[in-house]
């Protein structure tokens, strides 16, 4: 059972070196227990989070501990009636290929509604994300401007796309002018500017005409800089993630902006509010039965960006945190 745990805290980036490859016995279900042998396993911007001490919304990882991941798994041997050899389940059973469960953590998923990596992204945690943070905090109504960053992520390229169905223009930031082309062009966002372009306040600026009423902050850093002046009275902004700030070991040089901050949230009394997904865990049926639909009727389309082999976690996972990735990242360590 190979197994990559947390060696050592990292500072800044994760190096190769705070993470190590274990290899463990295969291990049998106890009374009650199945055996789960993980097929996909996704990869997440807050598992940087979960690699640092101190207080969070989540307990971290300990050094030694398997490093923390949601999974879609298939049941090999059972001693529990619910969930029979086969059956695919979605769980937290992190970066190893083996794990046992006693059922109450894991969740059955239906093959037969979509593909079963699709429990990891756009019917999982992320979809619920995007579904949850934009329609219960973002509320966008028809023809307003709906902003969102990591456009062409996970989580970002459904918020753009569920932002159209309520009748909304959607813009996307993203990393590149090839992600920005997808975005467009296949996500259907009306417009995608690049973060890296150099003048990345004055293209924003031309692709929101009349400023933006949601902006669904996924980044932070220069990204969050230039949305700030456009956000127009009465907006809101769902603070989703800071992805841009993960890695940082101290607070950047500069003036104090704080007072501009403050003072456009004054005047142009916009709502800011923080959320964890989980925060909605009441609409979980909700979002899946409509995001199904919605996946299912083609009006909300989705990307997937596959890497094979635990092995390879590592280095798809410090990608992540730097952009390489271009859609849901998820590991294959197993065949379906
Ligand atoms: P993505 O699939 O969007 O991948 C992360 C993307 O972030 C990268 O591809 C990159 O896209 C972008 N990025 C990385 N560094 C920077 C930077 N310095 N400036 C601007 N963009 C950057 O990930 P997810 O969709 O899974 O997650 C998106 C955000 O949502 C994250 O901040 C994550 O922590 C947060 N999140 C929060 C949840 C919650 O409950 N609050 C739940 C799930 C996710 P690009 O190349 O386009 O810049």
Known sequence: ???????????????????????????????????LRTIHLSLDPYMRGRMNDGPSYA???????????????????????????????????????????????????????????????????PGMTAYTGLLTIGQPKAGETVAVAAASGAVGGLVGQIAKIKGARAVGIAGSREKCDFVVNELGFDACVSHRDQDLAGSLKGACPSGIDVYFENVGGPVFGAVLPLMNEFSRMPVCGLIAHYNATSLPEGPDRLPILMRQILTKRILVRGFIVWDFAEQEQQFLTEMAGWVRDGSIKYKEDFVDGLENAVAAFQGLLEGRNFGKLIVRVGAE
Do not use: C, H
């Not at 197994?3 to 800044?12: D, K, N, T, Y």
């Not at 994760?14 to 463990?24: G, H, I, R, V, Y």
């Open 1 to 35: 059972n190979r197994q990559i745990v947390l060696a050592a805290r990292p500072s800044g980036a994760p190096k190769n070196s705070d993470f190590a490859l274990k290899e463990t016995p295969i291990p049998s279900p106890g009374a009650g227990q199945i055996l």
């Open 59 to 125: 307990k971290p990882v300990q050094i030694g501990d398997v490093m923390t991941g949601a999974v879609v798994a298939e049941v090999m041997e059972s001693d529990n009636p619910d969930f029979p050899t086969g059956t695919i389940v979605e769980g937290r059973t992190g970066w190893q290929e083996y794990s046992l469960s006693d059922g109450s953590d894991v969740r059955r998923i239906d093959p037969s509604l979509a593909p079963i990596s699709t429990a990891l992204g756009v019917l999982g945690m």
